[in-house]
């Protein structure tokens, strides 16, 4: 996965400011200059000069918890491949986000995270509302400042979006709120005005890679969220036809790395050894393209891949080769990195993927019956635009749903990798901001949906089309399921049937019907999904379901 730098506004920001300009006059050219104009917010006391009055130019996208503006601001900047400006409210609003900045660290989407703090002038005596935000949010930040003078706060904002950008995760900037009205300097900041980003390529390993792929008999291929775009899927599926290799998708991914509607795809991988073992037996080469090798849940004994079998890595994220299995790992660039390895190896006949059962539709639910994920998954596949942003937060349907609905367009599926709950509902709102051509769809579970349930106000009060799909089953199925594999007897944790997602939704203003049956469902879908890409409002499908027997 790429990521390109902002778009500009002007080529310099000290240009056209007026004398006698703030620390906020100077942070809002910044802002400008780095395309950073959208402001996503749940505003407190210490945010109040920075906020009112904003100027016309500088959008504002209100949510009503911390978690969910983070939520759509790692959507959007998931859309765009851009950071995405957060303001948040001191220590109240920085811990109610901590969950998401972990999604977004996960993620690696990109975010500046301003913070608010108390009037610096008379922060020794411990005010209230004072923050002690250090380490608050653990090591999950890709970079934290704290400027020493308010003519400090500009340079410290670039240099978060510029460390965004290169780790991929939220950078924070603490700023108390007095220095926003402070004068601004007019010489320039400790941070460039532009920071261009090379691609790694591959060197000489090029060859070594070249050279472990002709010299294996059977190999597979792994991707995973890094060659989630449009020249990274290309580049992969030249590879896999050229090798003949079946191509897996990485357990717990964010985002797919390959179109799996082709014929080479093979599935995903189990999230556990002994699965992974089986799905990989008599492969003597596991090739993995932009993903950790292997992310896995439950523990298990043995090894992580069948015995002899050699694994590379080519990931454009250090980090993930830290921690890595691989024999040969390599930091560089997905697309390129397939694009030389085809040049360099030789053609082999395509094998039959032996790992992918194909998928037959569920029979109809008899008359009386409930409806199952499955059905609601077989009329998503049939009806879906191939473009469509399918967000998934359903933990104990989604084995179900990936057998069901493929992604068939890079950003075509989209998770959250850290496990929290509470990313999809306002993710997806910001994928709809960040991509508004594209259709989007949330596939919620009811449980799930309520960690986020806030972020249904604003779909429906900036008119965010965006189609909610929730799975209500009444509770919390994945902990259910997980507690009857335990072996330890009955679970603590109540049902929560009485709660109707509808209702609460239309207490948010938020367009909803409740659906019962298989006949409500279709009339509902084959309504609303032709013109997905165009609604111009929200939609939440409450539709009651039994929850899936197991969880694998």
């Not at 859309?79 to 998401?100: D, E, K, Q, S």
């Not at 977004?104 to 922060?123: E, M």
């Not at 970079?143 to 780790?167: C, M, N, S, Y």
Request: hydrophobic content about 45%; charged content about 20%; glycine content about 10%.
């Amino acid at each position: 996965m790429t990521t390109q730098g902002a778009d500009r506004a002007d080529a310099d920001v000290r240009a056209d400011l007026p004398d006698g300009h703030t620390v906020r006059d100077a942070v809002f050219h910044l802002m400008r200059h780095f395309g950073m104009t959208t402001i996503f917010a749940n505003p407190g006391s210490t945010e109040i000069q920075f906020l009112t009055g904003l100027p016309d130019d500088l959008g504002f996208r209100l949510a009503l918890h911390e978690g969910s503006v983070v939520g759509m601001a790692t959507g959007w900047a998931t859309a765009t491949g851009r950071p995405a400006f957060v303001n948040l409210h001191t220590t109240a609003g920085l811990a109610n986000a901590a969950g998401a900045l972990a999604t977004a660290r996960t993620n690696r989407a990109p975010l500046v995270v301003v913070v608010g703090q108390q009037d610096r002038r008379h922060l020794a005596h411990d005010p209230f509302l004072a923050g002690r935000l250090d380490g608050l949010v653990g090591e999950y930040p890709v970079w934290t400042g704290h400027p020493a003078r308010a003519q400090d706060v500009p340079a410290a904002i670039a240099r978060a979006h510029h460390e965004a950008l290169t780790a991929l995760g939220p950078a924070i900037v603490v700023v108390p709120m007095d220095d926003w009205l402070r004068p601004a300097e007019t010489h320039r900041g400790a941070a460039p005005l532009d920071l261009r980003r090379g691609r790694a390529v591959p060197g000489p390993e090029a060859g070594e890679l070249a050279a472990l792929v002709d010299g294996a008999r059977h190999p597979a291929i792994v991707v995973g969220a890094a060659a989630d775009d449009a020249e990274s899927w290309a580049a992969v599926t030249e590879l896999a036809e050229r090798t003949g290799a079946p191509v897996w998708q990485e357990p717990f991914g964010a985002r797919a790395g390959f179109p799996q509607d082709h014929p080479a795809f093979a599935g995903h991988l189990p999230p556990g050894r002994s699965g992974v073992r089986a799905a990989l037996e008599g492969h003597d080469l596991l090739l993995v393209l932009g993903a950790p090798v292997l992310r896995q849940y439950p523990w298990e004994p043995g090894d992580l891949v069948p015995e002899g079998t050699r694994v590379a890595q080519v990931t454009p994220y250090a980090d993930e080769t830290h921690h890595s299995i691989a024999d040969l790992a390599l930091v560089a660039d997905v697309a390129l990195t397939c694009r030389a390895l085809t040049g360099r190896i030789a053609a082999r006949p395509a094998r039959t993927s032996p790992a992918r059962p194909p998928r037959e539709a569920l029979p109809l639910p008899a008359p009386g019956e409930p409806l199952r994920p499955g059905h609601v998954f077989d009329l998503l596949a049939a009806g879906l635009p191939a473009d469509t942003i399918l967000v998934e937060e359903s933990p104990s349907s989604r084995p179900e749903l990936h057998r069901r609905v493929p992604a068939r367009a890079p950003l075509g599926f989209v998770s959250a990798a850290a496990g929290g709950l509470g990313f999809g509902l306002p993710a997806a709102v910001g994928l709809k901001l960040g991509a508004p051509e594209r259709p989007v769809a949330a596939v919620l579970g009811d449980g799930s949906s309520l960690y986020g349930i806030q972020g249904l106000w604003s779909a429906a009060h900036y008119g965010v089309g965006v189609l909610f799909v929730v799975l209500s089953n009444g509770g919390y199925a994945i902990m259910d399921r997980l507690a009857e594999r335990s072996g330890q007897g009955k679970q603590p944790w109540p049902a929560f049937e009485e709660v109707r997602i509808s209702t609460l939704a239309s207490g948010f203003g938020c367009p909803a019907l409740r659906v019962t049956t298989y006949g409500e469902l279709k009339d509902a879908l084959d309504e609303v999904l032709p013109d997905l890409a165009r609604r111009g409002t929200p939609l939440v499908l409450d539709v009651r379901v039994a929850a899936d027997p197991a969880y694998a």
